[in-house]
């Protein structure tokens, strides 16, 4: 059974007769008006930001060792051939004394010819052939104006023992001479000695141009 729709009434405000006109004005005002809400209550906002002390690391000629374009006819087809070394300068600037090693991690670690050194990557074309590898040591540290001694640790900082090998996964950290444990030091400066050997040249497939491919990566750990 269909109701047929009424619109509802309109609500009106109901005026008492008896009020006098001021009165009625400003009830009408009231009641009427739209109220106006000013704020109570104001935000403050506190930012910043709690930084710890760091160090910063560089190195010489953006860490690039390179050996340009090597004649396959100088490489030994017997045995490993040895390049000329190269240095890097190597310096860490903290913002006040820390505790710190210096830690290198090996990209291409598949491709290493022995223990205790970095793989120079693969041949491109002959993905099986390891091109060489790459040995790192540390030259004449100063810490903050003073000679050092570089320290060196195989279980993460437990022990150290006097070497200025930079070995993949070995911590190496600085010390005055005659300490046997890393010095707080501000600020570093250090040769990083590059060594790079190539494998044996009967070895590798040499008919077309073949780029050295090592990628290393000196980690700074804070002790």
Not at 28 to 44: K, N, Q, Y
Not at 79 to 84: D, K, M, Q, S
Request: negative net charge; charged residues 15%; aromatic residues 6%.
């Amino acid at each position: 059974m269909a109701f047929p729709f009424r619109p509802a009434p309109l609500l009106q405000p109901v005026i008492p007769m008896n009020l006098q006109p001021i009165a009625l004005a400003a009830l009408l005002t009231s009641f009427l008006a739209t109220p106006a809400w000013s704020a109570s209550i104001v935000d403050v906002t506190v930012t910043g930001r709690l930084t710890p002390d760091a160090c910063h690391v560089e190195l010489s000629e953006e860490g690039i060792v390179d050996h340009g374009k090597i004649p396959t006819h100088v490489l030994n087809g017997d045995e490993f051939t040895v390049l000329p070394s190269l240095l890097l300068e190597l310096s860490v600037q903290c913002t006040r004394p820390m505790l710190f090693a210096l830690v290198g991690i090996d990209n291409r670690s598949a491709s290493a010819l022995a223990p205790g050194v970095y793989g120079l990557g693969t041949n491109l074309h002959a993905p099986d052939e390891r091109l060489g590898s790459v040995a790192l040591s540390y030259r004449n540290p100063i810490g903050d104006a003073q000679p050092m001694q570089v320290l060196t640790s195989l279980d993460n900082g437990e022990t150290w023992t006097p070497r200025p090998n930079a070995e993949p996964k070995v911590f190496a950290g600085f010390a005055l001479p005659g300490d046997r444990q890393p010095d707080f030091i501000r600020q570093l400066t250090t040769q990083l000695q590059v060594e790079t050997t190539l494998n044996v040249a009967n070895d590798l497939t040499l008919n077309q141009e073949v780029p050295l491919d090592g990628s290393i990566v000196l980690d700074l750990r804070y002790l």
